[in-house]
């Protein structure tokens, strides 16, 4: 069964740190792969896709990058946080229409 | 341009009673509808889905949803709330070949005894 993980679950970063957020995905090959954005109180918000390895595109522009090394990694990282960055970090892949999302990444930035 | 909307930002029902989660969505073509839901601390699990067909859905957990197209409206329900049910719930609306969903703003609920 296709299974999909997202490390690390809790993450407290100061300002101007590195960040690097990982996504795993297991089942299947060649999926189409998200990094979701959750502020507090507001809904979902796209950062990044990837169809394949090497490819990303951007939805909006920001502090952060993404990479897919492998056809099931898919990576999220910034070289220097910011406050605005704090969030819950969602990685997807989508089956069909329907997503199937991660278990989330708390990033807290002080 | 795609939008969904959640008009309801908190709800609270008591154990029990029915629930109704409303969503209403712009779209230029006939879009796929979806509601999902969240624990806190989670990821998102899907419930269910629409995509053609019968206009009222079943999902998991109990839930259903029905689209109405002259309403432009895809209203979760569910006839009777159990304590497990609190969280938050988000609907989104997507197309095929499209390479993202819109969410919602999402509906936080809290079950009282």
């Known amino acids: 069964s296709q299974t999909i993980h997202q490390w690390p679950a809790t993450l407290v970063q100061p300002v101007g740190s590195p960040l690097s957020l990982e996504c795993t995905v297991e089942g299947t090959s060649n999926p189409n792969l998200y990094w979701y954005r959750q502020a507090a109180g507001r809904g979902l918000q796209l950062l990044f896709y990837s169809v394949g390895i090497g490819q990303i595109s951007s939805e909006v522009p920001q502090n952060l990058s993404a990479s897919r090394p492998q056809d099931r990694q898919f990576i999220l990282s910034s070289k220097k946080l910011l406050l605005s960055d704090s969030g819950f970090y969602l990685c997807a892949w989508i089956r069909g229409v329907a997503y199937t999302f991660g278990s989330g990444t708390r990033l807290t930035v002080v | 341009a795609q939008s969904v909307t959640q008009p309801d930002i908190h709800i609270t029902v008591s154990e029990g009673a029915s629930l109704e989660l409303r969503c209403n969505y712009s779209?230029?073509?006939?879009?796929?509808l979806f509601w999902y839901v969240q624990s806190p601390g989670q990821g998102l699990q899907l419930l269910l889905k629409y995509f053609s067909g019968d206009t009222l859905v079943q999902g998991i957990k109990g839930f259903e949803a029905e689209f109405k197209r002259s309403q432009s409206s895809f209203n979760l329900r569910k006839p009777s709330v159990h304590w497990s049910d609190a969280a938050e719930y988000f609907c989104a609306v997507g197309e095929s070949g499209a390479n993202n969903l819109f969410f919602g703003t999402g509906t936080r609920l809290t079950v009282i005894p």
């Open positions: 779209y230029g073509a006939t879009p796929y």
